[in-house]
């Protein structure tokens, strides 16, 4: 038999060649990296993740001086490739075999979502992706603007009953518009996505269980901090030994979210079991449709997806759903209010509608309301990037050439296998070699005459917007969220004058993947916007 001291050697040994392959690794890597800038490096644990979190604007900065590719760092100095280069992002989104979801971060988002479509990958996502693409094509998305619209409505209504409490000399209303605006989602998503009143717009003013939890895990002073924790805890299991700030709230979301989406399942499959006696056959929200396409009638055993699986799709509908497309909205009324002529010549447009109700085509004919959401989604981008892991060695192709360190120019990029590219879209968005120099300027009437530059951009649902990504993993759901945001402006903008309540320099895009509206000197409201709003008719 072995003497134990003998093994234990033998696993130290073992344990630091491990750790002396994996430094001389980083070294090599270090040494032949052939691009010269990127910004400097702050913490050898959190990498340049603290200050992206808190500083509005700073991969657009980063690029000001570095260029459209560069190298910064992620936790524990991982190397992220910065990418706002249009050919080598077509490229990346061309192949998405080779470039897929980082598994840290897929690791991370099971952890709170379940194996739903934002976080399975290869077959599988290729296998919910078939059967999910039913529940979200264009006849139901018209059918489901009838909520979007109800919802709507219901938020004017509550604004304008508040209106109507005040002073009827200056008939004005200051309100943090974020926090009606993300109720109004909220509602949305439940009752369109899967039958399910979560009465955020009735219970305004009360906490919201669901709403609450989101915003302590998006939004609150602490959400920053807790994701780099939860995100180390995911990159070095052994951390969540450690009582590390961050993990009560994950595990409560994520218990939260499980016991509404199994109930709401079950509920529904029971009812659809039942056959025509509880299931309304006209029911068309996305899960009743994804419950049809999924019956064994419909799909071969193998290509089913199981129940956690279904309940995955709802915590995915509201994680996916929810934040991003109330970002949209407050935002475009944002830029909405700071251009007030803009705002005038949507509202003349809206108003050659009769209907307060207007159907998904009326919608859809309006040709400035289109400018301004398509705006809006280039200027504000509310997903701000997507990283991607590279699967293999590669070679990246760029539009604009490099110089490396020794002054030479490159067209193209060598990559490693492992590396991670961060792929910007607000830069891309915000490009001037693509959008021309008033590219940093909110303009609807670009997308008029959209220049020749913007069709390489590999976009959702026209070539040349980028914001709801591209290829096979792009945002599914861009149709429900166009809808439901011209719905929201129609519906508001006819019935309010929007002014910022505050000066413009003090709000600023913060967090990190969604960026949210926040006081740039005072971060620790969390998610805010401040609007003066008056009546349309009692316009001066
Ligand atoms: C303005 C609103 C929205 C924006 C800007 C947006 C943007 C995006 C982006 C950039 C992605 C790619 C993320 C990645 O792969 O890392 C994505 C994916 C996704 N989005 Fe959206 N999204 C919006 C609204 C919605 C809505 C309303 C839903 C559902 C009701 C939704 C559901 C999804 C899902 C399920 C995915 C994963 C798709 C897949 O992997 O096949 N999104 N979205």
Redesign the pocket.
């Known amino acids: 038999m072995m003497d134990p001291s003998h093994i234990l050697f033998m696993a130290a040994a073992a344990s630091l060649c491990y750790g002396l392959i994996h430094l001389l690794q980083f070294l090599y890597h270090e040494l032949t990296n052939p691009l010269v800038g990127g910004p400097r490096n702050p913490s050898w644990i959190f990498g340049n993740v603290k200050e992206l979190g808190s500083e509005t604007g700073l991969t657009e900065r980063w690029q000001e001086e570095f260029g459209p590719i560069y190298l910064f760092r992620g936790l524990f100095s991982r190397r992220k490739l910065y990418v706002a280069d249009v050919k080598a992002l077509s490229y990346i989104v061309a192949n998405d075999a080779r470039f897929v ?1 980082v598994p840290v ?1 897929v690791k991370f988002k099971v952890g709170l979502l379940g194996e ?5 990958v290869g077959d599988d ?1 290729k296998r ?2 078939r059967i ?1 693409n039913q529940a ?1 094509g264009g006849p139901q998305i018209r059918y489901l603007t009838e909520i979007f619209v109800k919802k709507a409505v219901q938020l004017r209504d509550m604004w304008v009953a508040e209106l109507a409490q005040g002073n009827s000399v200056a008939p004005d209303l200051t309100v943090d518009i974020c926090d009606g605006i993300g109720r109004m ?1 909220l509602d ?2 439940g009752e ?2 899967f039958n399910h009143e979560f009465q955020a717009l009735a219970d305004t003013g009360k906490p919201n269980k669901l709403a609450e939890l989101l915003t302590n895990l998006f939004h609150s002073p602490e959400a920053r901090r807790n994701w780099m924790f939860l995100q180390l805890q995911t990159l070095i299991p052994a951390l969540k030994l450690l009582p590390l700030p961050g993990q009560k709230a994950l595990a409560t979301a994520h218990a939260t979210m499980y016991s509404i989406a199994s109930q709401i399942v079950s509920e529904s499959k029971r009812a659809l079991s039942d056959g025509e006696k509880s299931f309304d056959s006209s029911k068309r929200d ?1 899960l009743s449709i994804l419950l049809k396409a999924n019956m064994p009638t419909s799909i071969p055993a193998h290509q089913r997806l199981s129940d956690a699986e279904l309940i995955a ?1 709802i915590s ?2 509201v994680a ?3 934040e ?2 109330s ?3 407050a935002w475009a009324l944002h830029s909405l209010s700071l251009h007030r002529a803009t705002q005038r010549k949507l509202r003349e447009e809206l108003s050659t509608i009769s209907s307060e109700n207007p159907t998904m085509d009326e919608l859809n004919s309006l040709p400035y309301l289109e400018s301004v959401v398509r705006e809006a ?1 280039r200027f504000h ?3 701000a ?4 892991m590279a699967t293999q060695d590669d070679v990246l192709p760029l539009s604009r050439p490099y110089i490396d360190k020794t002054g030479k120019s490159h067209d193209t990029l060598p990559i490693r296998k492992g590396q991670i590219v961060h792929m910007s ?1 607000l830069a891309l968005n915000h490009d001037q070699d693509i959008w021309g120099p008033d590219a940093g300027e909110f303009r609807p009437e670009r997308w008029e005459n959209v220049p020749s530059g913007a069709g390489a951009i590999p976009g959702m649902p026209h070539p040349n917007l ?4 591209a290829g ?7 149709r ?3 809808v ?2 011209k719905a929201l402006l129609f519906t508001l903008i006819r019935a309010f004058e929007f002014e910022p309540a505050v000066p413009s320099s003090r709000i600023g895009r913060c967090g990190s ?2 960026r949210t509206p926040m006081y740039l000197d005072d971060l620790e409201r969390g998610t805010s916007l401040p609007m003066n709003m008056k009546p349309v008719n009692k316009q001066e």
Request: hydrophobic share 50%.
């Open positions: 979801r971060d739903g479509l934002l976080t399975v996502h919910q992706r999910l979200f989602t949305v998503i369109a996505g996305l799709q995915t509908f996916a759903g929810h991003t497309t970002n949209a909205i989604l981008g509310p997903v990037f997507v990283d991607r879209i980028f914001s709801f990504f096979q993993t792009n945002c599914i759901g861009y429900f969220a166009l439901e945001i993947l969604v």
